[in-house]
């Protein structure tokens, strides 16, 4: 399945701002630079409706596209990215409010893709995030990003390792993918996911 139609539908500053139309939500989020820009670019197939930057963590809006149209419809969410500054510690596992309070508030929140860098090793702040979506029961799964930036084993060896770590935290492995915006690989499998999670 290719993605025929996305636009952009509305930004949010807080969560009572999106409107609540019935329509599921596949949610993107990710450090700062992870490529989740990109991604949504590549799954739509419209270079420029998400801003890809350099200077990333200056907004800090939920942006939501419409995929399709009538019933068949869905949003596709850019969230923040998180990791830039530590939000104060009152905020559940210190991060930001906007962020906590969609992943843990959205009704339509269907499944959220946790963008993490196939280059890196795990890092404390994407395993705590989801250790919050586990506690706060939020699904979810990982997309391994910038797999062009690795050779076929070494890209390999980082997603055994990166899954093996996480299976020392969870009975069971989230569903994975691993995608190269730059390549435009890895896309078909996220947007066949999405499908068979629409009906
Ligand atoms: N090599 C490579 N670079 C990427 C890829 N995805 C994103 N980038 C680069 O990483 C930087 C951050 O990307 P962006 O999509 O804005 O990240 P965001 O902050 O998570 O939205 C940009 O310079 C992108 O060109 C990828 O798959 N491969
Ligand atoms: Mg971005």
């Known amino acids: 399945m290719k993605i025929v ?6 930004s949010s500053g807080k969560l009572s701002q999106i409107p609540g139309d019935g329509l599921r939500e596949f949610a993107f989020i990710g450090r700062s630079n992870v490529g989740k ?6 799954l739509t197939g419209q270079k420029g409706l998400a801003k890809v ?15 399709g149209a009538g019933v068949s419809a869905w949003y596709m969410v850019d969230l923040p990215g998180y990791g830039y500054a530590r939000a104060s ?6 991060f930001d409010r906007l962020i906590t309070d969609y992943v843990t508030k959205a009704e ?3 499944f959220l893709f946790v963008l993490v860098d196939a280059r890196h090793a795990p890092q404390k702040i994407d395993m705590e995030f989801m250790e919050m979506l586990g506690t706060e029961g939020v699904p979810f799964g990982i997309v391994f990003t910038k797999a062009d930036k690795l050779g076929t ?18 009975e069971e492995l989230p569903p994975v ?8 690989t890895g896309g078909e499998e996220i947007i066949e996911f999405i499908e068979n999670n629409l009906t």
């Open 89 to 94: 510690k009152s905020v559940r596992a210190g």
């Open 108 to 110: 339509k929140l269907w």
């Open 153 to 170: 084993n070494a890209l390999a060896a980082n997603v055994a390792n990166y899954k093996q770590e996480l299976l020392k935290q969870w």
């Open 53 to 67: 930057s350099g200077t990333p963590g200056k907004t800090r809006l939920i942006n939501h596209f419409v995929v």
């Open 177 to 184: 993918f691993v995608s190269s915006s730059e390549n435009r």
């Open 37 to 42: 820009s990109s991604l949504i670019n590549m």
């Open 5 to 10: 139609s996305a636009k952009f539908a509305f």
